[in-house]
T-cell receptor, first 109, second 116 residues
């Protein structure tokens, strides 16, 4: 029951540029979360935005949520080579967290 | 340090030989879950547990068993592994099933299983 779908599937940018990833989902949610995964490693929780919130910041991360469009975006500002990873959105409703397939971000130094 | 510990990190086994992947968390979390990750398919949930002695099937439970006898441990059991269970497995825990209050999941480092 995969719900979140990230776009694009892969993104390649230069160091210092901003990276934007989008997530669309189908059913109503209580919150939406973003995770990061370095190659072959466990996922790391980045940020959670609740359904009654529209925008949230954490360091260089900015997340927006538009429940009317059932979509979210993750913006990483001033990207660094160390940001190279896969990023997943995950939706939380009345069922366990459901993950999308991820966006593979490559930041070139 | 708060963490989810999975063992082993890597495992190569033969078809039909029973195996157990252990998962332990030290955060007193009620909720624990197992996922498998395959290229092009993302993370798919195998089983989850809301608390001790409470387990439920996820999206791909066939061929797997779990138990939750203690709050901290949630082992994944493959009674008769087959090659299509070759995958990267993750255990995760949360202070509660992510829903109303909303808490992030803490993931283990993963177990790469190869069944030949």
């Amino acid at each position: 029951s995969q719900q979140g779908e990230e776009d694009p599937q892969a993104l390649s940018i230069q160091e210092g540029e901003n990276a934007t990833m989008n997530c669309s989902y189908k059913t109503s949610i209580n919150n939406l979360q973003w995770y990061r995964q370095n190659s072959g490693r466990g996922l790391v929780h980045l940020i959670l935005i609740r359904s009654n919130e529209r925008e949230k910041h954490s360091g260089r991360l900015r997340v927006t949520l538009d429940t009317s469009k059932k979509s979210s975006s993750l913006l990483i500002t001033a990207s660094r080579a160390a940001d190279t990873a896969s990023y997943f959105c995950a939706t939380a409703g009345n069922t366990p967290l459901v993950f999308g397939k991820g966006t593979r971000l490559s930041v070139i130094a | 340090e708060a963490q989810v510990t999975q063992n082993p990190r890597y495992l190569i086994t033969v078809t039909g030989k029973k195996l157990t992947v252990t998962c332990s968390q030290n955060m007193n979390h009620e909720y624990m879950s197992w996922y498998r990750q395959d290229p092009g398919l993302g993370l798919r949930q195998i089983y989850y547990s809301m608390n001790v002695e409470v387990t439920d099937k996820g999206d791909v439970p066939e061929g797997y068993k779990v138990s939750r006898k203690e709050k901290r441990n949630f082992p994944l059991i493959l009674e008769s592994p087959s090659p299509n269970q070759t995958s990267l497995y993750f255990c995760a825990s949360s202070s509660q099933q992510t829903g109303g209050a909303g808490y992030g999941y803490t993931f283990g480092s993963g177990t790469r299983l190869t069944v030949v």
